[in-house]
């Protein structure tokens, strides 16, 4: 069938709307009419040419959310008019998915970043040449797409679904790390270091544990400001300080029992490590270059601190997402607070406000 498309035709370049050719799904596929997908600083990462793997011209989009209008012929857990959220794709069988860790899985490069299926094969063709699609197994930027239903998720259809999207990436990263990985206790202090939406994510999943303090750290006024309105009880603009770890202190008294690093910088990453109380964790989920390197004190980690790295918020996103669209309904994660709407048609308007911090999280209206 005919979709419409944003496509990135070689590394580097701009985004373009294109009308493309969409196979059929196949047995265990579906086909999704998508009505709105977010945009994360990943696709980004895509159009500029982060992984070698990733082939031109390509479909990025990885925080989809449709409706489902086909199914193949084995599919049970799914039926034409459900909605859905498009997870992150994982193997199934290698050493970490067999052990649930999937968000580590070992195949994970490939299935999000080759453009093709895991067997090679690509979903969308223009003009009848090859477009590399299956970004994330969803490329969510067209009006239509073909997901494979282990990565799909069944959410309930009474929530506008164009403000769903985001948690397939950026929401379930955030909140999945207080969530799944600190699971702190009411009372228990927390900060967040940049309040993107990752770090807004978790700042409001720290809010439904019942932290307290919650301190939210950024150059950004308006994001602080944001913040607040979120739960934060205390909030640190960081520009021109080098203070920041006696202010955490003077706050806290004791220091951090969980502290969330989402700059991927790594003077600050020190800064949440350093700003721990004995046994507390910090949780790294900011996206450095390869090359990064960090240092902390000896021993201050060997007095009970944790430092850790979590990718997707160590969510099974069956079970987290209906979770989290269960605490959107309730009014204790007001996802919609972070997002600025665009049409597809505006998608380059859309990364460059989302590359400069104006926009929090961009979610892309599809066409129909
Ligand atoms: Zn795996
Ligand atoms: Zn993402």
Not at 61 to 66: D, F, L, Q, R, T
Not at 115 to 126: K, M, N, Q, W, Y
Not at 296 to 325: A, E, T, Y
Request: with cysteine.
């Amino acid at each position: 069938m005919k979709i419409t498309a944003a496509v990135v035709r070689e590394r580097g370049g701009a985004f373009a709307l294109a009308e493309l050719d969409l196979c059929d799904p196949r047995a265990d596929e579906l086909l999704i009419e998508v009505k709105a997908s977010g945009m994360c600083a990943t696709d980004l990462h895509g159009r500029d040419g982060y992984y070698p793997e990733m082939p031109y011209p390509a479909v990025f989009g990885h925080e989809g959310a449709g409706v489902v209008r086909a199914v193949g012929s084995a599919v049970t857990e799914f039926k034409p008019g459900d909605h859905v959220v498009m997870a992150y794709p994982w193997c199934g069988t290698c050493p970490n998915c067999r052990s649930q860790r999937q968000t580590y899985c070992l195949q994970a490069g490939k299935l999000k970043h080759a453009g093709t299926r895991a067997d090679g094969s690509t979903l969308v063709t223009l003009d009848g040449k090859p477009v590399y699609g299956s970004y994330f197994q969803q490329s969510s930027f067209g009006n239509y797409t073909i997901a494979n239903e282990r990565y799909a998720v069944k959410v309930r259809n009474d929530l506008p679904l164009e403000i769903l999207g985001p948690l397939a990436c950026g929401g379930q990263t955030g909140a999945g790390a207080v969530l799944n990985v600190m699971k702190p206790q009411a009372g228990d202090s927390f900060a967040v270091f940049g309040v993107g939406s990752v770090g807004l994510s978790a700042l409001m999943a720290a809010k439904i544990s019942g932290c307290d303090p919650i301190i939210a750290v950024d150059v950004h006024e308006h994001r602080l400001r944001l913040a607040r309105d979120l739960g934060a009880t205390h909030t640190i603009n960081h520009t021109g300080r080098n203070d920041v770890v006696a202010e955490l202190k003077k706050i806290t008294g004791l220091g951090l029992r969980f502290s969330v690093e989402t700059s991927a910088m790594a003077p600050i990453f020190r800064e949440a490590v350093d700003a721990l109380m004995p046994a507390g964790t910090c949780v790294l989920l900011g996206s450095a270059p390869p090359e990064t390197e960090v240092t902390f004190n000896m021993k201050h980690i060997q007095n009970g601190r944790v430092v850790r790295g979590v990718i997707q918020g160590d969510s099974i996103p069956k079970q987290f997402i209906p979770q989290l669209v269960d605490y959107i309904a309730a009014g204790r994660f007001p996802v919609d607070r972070l997002i600025t709407f665009y049409d597809l048609a505006d998608i380059n308007r859309a990364a460059a406000e989302s590359a400069s911090g104006q926009t929090i999280k961009p979610v892309l209206r599809m066409p129909h």
